[in-house]
């Protein structure tokens, strides 16, 4: 793909995890036509996969008759992965610090932190009528191989 | 995700291949270690080199591994850790929790 252009690719999945590779995979493959390294590329799949586990697990509650969506845009070097659920959302103030000693040991808890950390900027959106809107943005110039 | 197990030195080697991630490897990875506790075999070595994908569930049951292990009084190691995995565990300080070995005999030394 040549710098400057667009991309444009949306998925709807049901909430069944052996489904969240499928999203994944779209990620990592925008990312490497766009030019970015396998580790670059590895890294926003892996922020993609988590948003998908949580919009299904958290959102969605495991329910397969509910969908997850993930629409990925890209243009101009910068990538808008918007991935939203049919849950009925969640305060994002109270999820805890994992790095927080008395965090540390926990089992849960890691996936916002991962996303945040993988990707430029993530911030959440609830709808009135239900449903979760992640929107993860990241941005792949320089960051060619 | 596939493991298999020996043991040397009184040590339970388990080897990890494939993903441990949400609703896959995560629950694989928690009943290996529960084999082992109740087979008896309470200093585990998890050779982690074929392990191909975890995300935060995986890493979860790994740091869950670890505390059940420590409270049965055993001590649970790893080996072998893929640059990515090693990633993981860096940026949420976790790799101040695990003893983590880039060869076999150092780690086997090391129970």
Redesign the interface.
């Known amino acids: 793909m040549e710098r400057g252009e667009s991309e444009r690719i949306e998925i709807t999945i049901s909430s069944r995890?052996?489904n969240?590779e499928l999203v994944q995979v779209i990620a990592e493959h925008l990312c490497e036509n766009a030019g970015v390294d396998e580790?670059g590329s590895?890294w926003v799949g892996?922020a993609v996969?988590?948003a998908v586990?949580n919009a299904i697990?958290h959102g969605n509650k495991l329910d397969v008759r509910k969908k997850v969506s993930a629409t990925f845009n890209l243009h101009g070097g910068e990538l808008e992965i918007t991935v939203s659920d049919e849950g009925e959302g969640f305060d994002p103030e109270k999820v805890s610090d994992?790095?927080n000693p008395q965090n540390?040991?926990?089992?849960?808890g890691?996936?916002i932190?991962?996303m945040k950390?993988f990707m430029d900027q993530i911030r959440y959106s609830f709808r009135a009528d239900g449903g979760t809107s992640l929107v993860m943005t990241k941005n792949l110039a320089g960051r060619s191989s | 995700m596939k493991s298999s197990a020996r043991t040397a030195n009184g040590v339970e080697i388990i080897k990890l291949e494939g993903k441990i991630t949400i609703g896959a490897g995560d629950s694989q990875l928690r009943e290996v270690i529960t084999n082992s506790l109740n087979a008896g075999k309470m200093n585990i070595l998890l050779d982690m080199g074929g392990v191909t994908t975890i995300d935060s569930s995986g890493i979860g049951e790994l740091v869950g591994s670890y505390t059940t292990v420590t409270n049965r009084g055993g001590k649970l190691k790893l080996l072998h850790l893929p640059a990515k995995l090693n990633e993981l565990l860096h940026v949420t300080q976790l790799i101040t929790v695990f003893e983590v070995y880039e060869n076999e005999p150092d780690a086997l030394a090391s129970f």
């Open positions: 995890f052996e969240i580790d590895h892996m996969r988590e586990a697990k994992p790095l540390l040991m926990k089992t849960s890691r996936g932190f991962y950390t």
